[in-house]
């Protein structure tokens, strides 16, 4: 099994940042893509960021110039820096891994969730 454990959610004013984090742990034989999502209140989960194992990144145009996803592989961990917040960007953020597990000679895709994140941004 992993777990994903996400932190550094919280309340802030439109025009602030925030840094999310989110680390995995359990069978990791190695995560090949790690991302952000987030879902608003009555809407679907939306991607916010991608990265993979060699850096490469990819944004939802909504967050473009305002928010940086970046990486540690040796701590098998996931950033997430948003500045210049709205309130549009007030939802739930979860984080996301696509990875392989392995137990002795098995191994196995799959894809993990963490438990999510409250961001509010208001005045």
């Known amino acids: 099994q992993v777990q994903l454990v996400e932190s550094g959610g919280g309340w802030v004013q439109p025009g602030g940042s925030l840094r999310l984090s989110c680390a995995a742990s359990?069978?990791?034989?190695?995560?090949?893509?790690m991302g952000w999502y987030c879902q608003a209140p009555g809407k679907q989960r939306e991607l916010v960021a991608t990265?993979?194992?060699?850096?490469?990144?990819n944004y939802a145009d909504s967050v473009k110039g305002r928010f940086t996803i970046s990486r540690d592989n040796a701590k098998n961990t996931v950033y997430l820096q948003m500045t210049s917040l709205k309130p549009e960007d007030t939802a739930v953020y979860y984080c996301?891994?696509?990875?392989?597990?392995?137990?002795?000679?098995?191994?196995?895709?799959?894809?993990?969730w963490g438990q999510g994140t409250q961001v509010t941004v208001s005045s």
């Open positions: 990265i993979t194992s060699g850096g490469s990144t």
């Open positions: 996301n891994a696509h990875l392989i597990e392995r137990w002795g000679t098995h191994f196995k895709v799959n894809d993990y």
């Open positions: 359990g069978n990791i034989f190695s995560i090949n893509v």
